[in-house]
Structures are given as C-alpha cells and as structure tokens.
C-alpha cells in the first residue's frame, strides 16, 4: 500500500499569517494515464470532512483563494496564504492513484496561536 | 443538492453484528462508485470499503476483510455495510462517501458504532 506522511502533525499559526502542510507518498501519485490524484481535505471540529483541493491543485466550488496545492511525483504541499478562525481544523492528504488500497494522510491540525 | 445520510449506528458488544445503510439524494447513484471511510475516537481517516457502481469491484481494508459486507441497492438509493464479529477496535464514527475521479467529493454527517461490553 502506498504510505502517505504529512508533517507537521501540529501547526500553530498567527491569524492572517500564511500556513504551509506537506504531504509525501510513499510511491509517485502520477496514473498511467498522466493524471496526478491527490486531494486535500479539511474537517473542522465536530464536522464531517470536507474537499478543498483535487488532482494536486484545483480547488473545489466554494473554497476561498486563500487555499491553494501544488507538487509533483511525491512531494505535495497545501498552503493558506492568510489564516482565518474558520481555517482551524484537521487537514489531510488522499492518493487515488493507486487502487484497489486508496490511503489517507494522518493528518495535520492547524491551531490559533 | 447532494445528500448522503447514514444510519444504523449504535452501542454493540464485541462479536455482535450491525448493519449500516446511507439513503443518497440529489444525484444518479447508479452513475457513482460508493465508499465507507471511518474515524477512530480522536484518530485519523481510515478506508473501510468501497463498491463499483453496479456492484463491482468491491475492495475491504486487511481489518475488516471477512468481517464486513457492503452493498447496494441502485433502486433505492441506497449503500449498506454489514458488520459481523465487532471489535472494540472497529469504534468510530462511520461515513458514507461518494467516489468520484479517484477522490471523494461528497461526506455524509457520519452514523457512530460502538463495540463496548
């Protein structure tokens, strides 16, 4: 199974500084029909997850510009250019690339300082 | 809009058995694969199962393989995991989820299963 390692696991952030969470995959997440399937999810206390970002970079409907992802092969990373209150939550990292055994990240939870 | 609501959750003995079911809306379920993606009490997202759109494939995680059946029924929007053998390991909060281009797009509220004596 591919193994998908996020870091760090804790990130304290100053509101309306910008926040950075990697994720690496134990194999290239690049398909054989050259498609990268890599998503990001947020789930916010009490909350189910939600979808921010699909095939490495491109954000769901609804999701504020301040989200974005970028990264290649084995190596990606989620940014938030500015911090909000509403930003705190657990973020975490899926391949689908790889199937039948799709794997989540273990997940990165994003804290006020 | 899309909804997936899930249901059966509820306090089982270890060994007991269980069934889950996640009514959809708001989309051709025929069209989509189907998961159950569950949560451990303060731990991270774990796939459990997932379906093909007319009942194959069918893929299990190694920790429920041989103990968990899922299912469907495309007539009544429907998807269903059968929970035989629990274990106080298979606590957690279970959501239903669309598959949708190798991601999952939309989240049900999640149902809870507890496996306590």
């Known amino acids: 199974d591919v193994v998908m390692t996020q870091s760090p696991l804790s990130l304290p952030v100053t509101l309306g500084q910008p926040a950075s969470i990697s994720c690496r995959s134990s194999?290239?997440?690049?398909?054989?029909?050259?498609?990268?399937?890599l998503s990001w999810f947020q789930q916010r206390p009490g909350q189910s997850p939600r979808r921010l970002i699909y095939?490495?970079?491109n954000r769901d409907s609804g999701v504020p510009d301040r989200f974005s992802g970028s990264g290649s092969g084995t190596d990606f990373t989620l940014k938030i250019s500015r911090v909000e209150a509403e930003d705190v939550g657990i973020y975490y990292c899926m391949q689908g690339t790889h199937w039948p055994s799709l794997t989540f990240g273990g997940g990165t939870k994003v804290e006020i300082k | 809009q899309v909804q997936l609501v899930e249901s059966g959750g509820a306090l089982v003995k270890p060994g007991g058995s269980l069934r889950l079911s996640c009514a959809v809306s708001?989309?051709?379920?025929?069209?989509?694969?189907m998961s159950w993606i569950r949560q451990a009490p303060g731990k991270g997202l774990e796939w459990v199962s997932y379906?093909?759109?007319?009942?194959?494939?069918?893929y299990y995680a190694d920790s429920v393989k041989g103990r968990f059946t899922i299912s469907r029924d495309n007539a009544q929007n429907s998807v269903y995991l059968q929970m035989n053998s629990l274990r106080a390991e298979d606590t957690a909060v279970y959501y239903c989820?669309?598959?949708?281009?190798?991601?999952?797009?939309?989240w049900g509220q999640g149902t809870v299963v507890t496996v306590s004596s």
């Open positions: 194999q290239s997440l690049v398909h054989s029909n050259g498609n990268t399937f």
């Open positions: 989820a669309r598959l949708m281009s190798s991601s999952v797009d939309y």
């Open positions: 708001g989309f051709t379920f025929s069209d989509h694969y």
């Open positions: 379906i093909g759109n007319r009942g194959s494939p069918i």
């Open positions: 095939e490495v970079s």
